[in-house]
């Protein structure tokens, strides 16, 4: 059974970094994608970027290039998502979510995911 837990969600002011992490279990090898979703109040969820854990190769959208980075501990088990230069519209409850997978992730749609967490807010404000 794959169980997904987001953890590191805080209230940061504005141009601040933060870290949030993503402790994954219940899968018996390192061929599985990560991705990492957002969704703010009234609004759709969004894809901030994923990472295929065999490979360490992560992908963004447009939204987050450049501020956003994706890594993955293989021996921990544990995949983290570093958000530099907050901004108020990254206000939103983050999620990780999970898939096999070889060589590649989703960075975009959500419904190639199986496995998802319960999320972990972050609030960015002055």
């Known amino acids: 059974q794959v169980h997904l837990v987001e953890s590191g969600g805080d209230l940061v002011q504005p141009g601040e970094s933060l870290r949030v992490s993503c402790t994954i279990s219940?899968?018996?090898?390192?061929?599985?994608?990560i991705g990492w979703f957002r969704q703010a109040p009234g609004k759709e969820r969004e894809g901030v970027g994923c990472?295929?854990?065999?490979?360490?190769?992560?992908v963004y959208p447009d939204s987050t290039k450049g501020r956003f980075t994706i890594s993955a501990d293989r021996a921990k088990m544990i995949v983290y998502l570093q958000m530099g230069s907050l901004r108020p519209e990254d206000t939103a409850v983050y999620y990780c979510?999970?898939?096999?997978?070889?060589?590649?992730?989703?960075?975009?749609?959500?419904?190639?995911?199986?496995?998802w967490g319960q999320g972990t807010p972050v609030t960015v404000s002055s």
């Open positions: 990472i295929s854990v065999d490979d360490g190769i992560a």
């Open positions: 979510a999970a898939t096999q997978s070889v060589g590649y992730c989703e960075s975009k749609v959500s419904s190639w995911y199986d496995h």
């Open positions: 219940g899968y018996n090898s390192h061929y599985y994608a």
